[in-house]
């Protein structure tokens, strides 16, 4: 999964409020601060 | 990914869900970066679950033919497996 956040162009999710979710710790398992490392998070909604 | 490789087709954009198919953006910026095809390819990677994250063995990597030096804390070690 990791790989996925830091190797895409472009990052999405299922909805706005997941891609917010996922950059907590709460929800990132380990992996909140991966995702803000991409060029982009759209959400897929 | 040897498939597009070999099928003479190009793809603009390879959409790519969860960690099952989180090492198919890897492969095109790494072991086929300078095949044709994917010249000019860009991926998209949608998160459904993160709770999901596919975690290897560190030592299964050189099996998926990728090199030790992507296995760091800011690459795609997690606590010591791959991910």
């Not at chain 1, 472009?10 to 803000?36: A, F, H, K, M, W």
């Not at chain 2, 095949?35 to 679950?49: A, C, D, Q, S, Y």
């Not at chain 2, 999901?52 to 606590?79: K, R």
């Amino acid at each position: 999964m990791k790989a996925g956040l830091l190797f895409a162009d472009v990052l999405s999710t299922v909805s706005d409020t997941y891609s917010r979710e996922i950059q907590t710790p709460e929800y990132g398992y380990g992996l909140e601060g991966s995702s803000t490392s991409a060029a982009t998070i759209s959400t897929a909604s | 990914m040897e498939w597009i490789a070999r099928s003479g087709r190009r793809y603009d954009i390879i959409h790519c869900n969860d960690w099952q198919t989180a090492l198919l953006p890897v492969y095109v910026k790494t072991l086929y970066a300078d095949r044709e095809p994917f010249r000019g390819t860009g991926t998209v990677f949608t998160v459904h679950n993160l709770g999901y994250q596919g975690l290897f063995w560190n030592h299964d990597l050189p099996m998926m033919g990728l090199g030790w030096e992507l296995f760091t804390p800011q690459g795609w070690s997690s606590t010591g497996r791959s991910t």
